[in-house]
């Protein structure tokens, strides 16, 4: 089955500086990446998602890059705010989703 | 969202008892997953049911059953097989059955171990 692994654990970052998470998959079947960021004791909220016929993908202040070659996928926030901190989490889909173990994010006013 | 509804919020389960955690959504979707959330960990497929009727074994379904009589309800149980009860879980539900589309998720239940 599909394995994903996420780094890093943790993630400190100034506000206003860029934060990224990196994300590997095993199974080169996957097409379907989402990210999900979840707040303290909350539901995970979907902030981006990518297909594997597109290399990168923008909204805003998110962007996520996909390499299938090299079966990774990469989340970029820039300009990072106090809200921005949280739990983010990787998933990549062949018939059903599997997770990374997820980042904190923790960015310093 | 507001389309999926999980219930209770916290729960506590006595020694050798079977609790049944809520999922209802009112978004048409025809998939839903049952996941469990461990401290420090990801998200774990427990079971998913891609359409009425019909549902799959996932991950870590050992001490987990469920049932999809209706397309808004897939409720899950913890039965007293389950040795390690003590998580979040979060139901989520998907537009279609078989393609990959985003989840979207409840606001989970806390189970917790008298």
């Known amino acids: 089955g599909e394995n994903v692994e996420q780094h890093p654990s943790t993630l400190s970052v100034q506000e206003g500086d860029s934060a990224v998470i990196k994300c590997t998959y095993s199974?080169?079947?996957?097409?379907?990446f989402p990210w999900y960021k979840q707040e303290l004791g909350k539901r995970p909220q979907l902030i981006i998602d990518?297909?594997?016929?597109?290399g990168e993908k923008k909204d805003q202040r998110i962007a996520v890059t996909l390499n299938k070659t090299a079966k990774h996928f990469s989340l970029h926030i820039t300009e990072t705010q106090p809200e921005d901190s949280a739990v983010y989490f990787c998933a990549a889909y062949d018939y059903k989703l599997s997770f990374g173990a997820g980042t904190t994010v923790t960015v310093r006013a | 969202d507001g389309g999926i509804t999980q219930s209770p919020k916290y729960l506590f389960r006595k020694e050798g008892q079977n609790v049944t955690l809520s999922c209802e959504q009112n978004?048409?979707?025809?998939?839903m997953y049952w996941y469990r959330q461990d401290p420090g960990q990801g998200l774990r497929l427990i079971y998913y049911s891609q359409i009425v009727n019909d549902f799959q074994k996932g991950d870590i379904a050992e001490g987990y059953s469920v049932s999809r009589e209706k397309k808004e309800s897939f409720p899950l149980t913890v039965t007293s097989a389950q040795k390690n009860p003590t998580a979040f879980y979060l139901c989520?539900?998907?537009?279609?059955?078989?393609?990959?589309?985003?989840?979207?998720f409840g606001d989970g239940t806390r189970l917790s171990i008298l």
């Open positions: 199974d080169s079947a996957s097409n379907y």
């Open positions: 978004l048409n979707h025809d998939a």
């Open positions: 990518i297909r594997s016929n597109v």
């Open positions: 989520a539900s998907s537009i279609a059955r078989t393609s990959n589309q985003p989840q979207h």
